[in-house]
């Protein structure tokens, strides 16, 4: 059999009289007259199917159940007095759940900085991040399983039919193995370390950044000799390290000191000649907590 449901008011009544210990001065505080507040508990009661108060024509006291619901009907009444503001403040955005997904990238550099900002701004907005490559969250974006997400792409292709603000630009460096010649090379030699062999994240959870550092190599007459494909850059570099080959990553995986590994920057004329990529915040569905995180990172990067 399911529980009587009891209306607030009755619970509002009965902490009255628990705290009072005086039917009178109960119906005093209540702004009511005595016998429809006696009449109120004896209704509780009945409902409950137990004896809340011991009463003499003296002293009101309570009995074991209602010494143990008088903090609980109590909890229960401020909660839902607080009700209406937790309303509003979903409603404005302040208050509520907020699914994000990143790339590796936005995790080593920019991502720890705007997650402890935002909520030291809403402090009652709880934050899901989850890791992820573009492929993946746009797959993510249209099942509504995040809100938004961090992605990697070359400048022009952000996620077509996706709302977004673009975050961040920057090169691509060229990740080295530490014993080998070009890591302490004053200057990297071009075309000759296109004939490198390559570590290199797979086409399809890049595909635009793929086909830039493709577009390089056959401008210069050369094919991209890939060793080894990975999808994280965490696990590219750690194969680099491992001396598979070369691979070129977004400037900001600088951040990820790996031992063994050495980043180099292509100057020179030639450094107009390697890709440039770009960081998007990408959204399909509005929400009041999504678009105070929009406006909070427009705002950062002003």
Known sequence: MSEPIVELRLWRQFLAVAEELHFGRAAQRLHM?????????????????????????RSVKLTAAGEALAP????????AQSLPAHARAAAGGELGRLRLAFVSTVGFTLLPQWVRAFRAQYPQMQLELVEATGDVQLDALERGDIDAGFMLHSPGFAPAGLQHVRIASESLVLAVPQQHPLAHSTRLPWPGLLDEPL????????PSLHDAVFGMYHAANRAPRIEQEAIQMQ????????GLGLAWVP???RQFQRSGVVYRQLGGKRAADVPQCETTLAWSRESPALQRFVEFAQARLR
């Open 33 to 57: 007259t005595q016998p429809p507040l006696t009449q109120a508990i004896a209704q509780l009661e009945r409902l409950l199917g137990v004896q809340l108060f011991e009463r003499t024509k």
């Open 72 to 79: 609980q009907a109590r909890e229960l009444l401020a909660r």
């Open 199 to 206: 570590v290199m994240f797979p086409r399809r959870i890049l």
């Open 235 to 242: 696990t590219i570099v750690n194969l680099v390290s491992a």
């Open 251 to 253: 400037d900001s995986v």
